[in-house]
């Protein structure tokens, strides 16, 4: 396969675009969705890898253009796994991570009073996948294991990341540089695996 040249970041979630942007080769000229006014596609996956191909498949034929796209969430161990593959979901018709956020206090509440003083597993997945001329060309997982925060704390990232402590770090992803971020999260595990295809 020759090296992609042009390729389509399917997605209409700005923090997303920025993240996979951020990762990829300099060389590559890349297209945004909101270029060509495409809505989002209906998820209905039962995995991220499904979802994922769902939207890079989607967004590849509607624009003829190779496309990659993510489908990423938080998986907590004490809520069996939740909110998952519903991870934007969580916040409602306007994926308000706001709401979503509270909604995993209210829901770690409702498992044990006493979660605060425990350590909460959680994790981050990101299955990325390039799609291009009726063709799946890869799909991919990256993980990255943490725990959750007793409050929200900090103001960078997107999503669920004021809530999320990698392991090994004392800060939570929205106190931690984008920079810093972009080098140890889930979506750029995945990124290595799937950038020699690009």
Known sequence: MKKISHLLIGTNNKGKLREIKALLPKRIKIYSTS???????KENGKTFEANSIIKSKYYSKKTNLPC?????GLEIDVLDKAPGIYSARWGGRNSDFKKAIKK???????????????????????????????????????KIEGTISKEPRGN????????????????TFGEISPKE?????????????IKKFL
Do not use: M, Q
């Open 181 to 193: 971020k972009y080098k140890i999260d889930h979506r750029f595990k995945a990124y290595k695996k």
């Open 156 to 171: 960078n990232g997107f999503g669920y990341d004021p809530i999320f402590i990698p392991r090994e770090k004392k800060l």
């Open 35 to 41: 270029k060509f006014k495409i809505k989002s596609p």
């Open 68 to 72: 990659i796209a993510d489908d990423s």
């Open 104 to 142: 995993v206090y209210r829901e770690l509440n409702k498992k044990d009073k006493n979660w605060t003083r425990k350590k909460i597993k959680a994790r981050f997945i990101c299955s990325l996948s390039i799609y291009f001329l009726e063709k799946k060309i890869a799909c991919v997982r990256g």
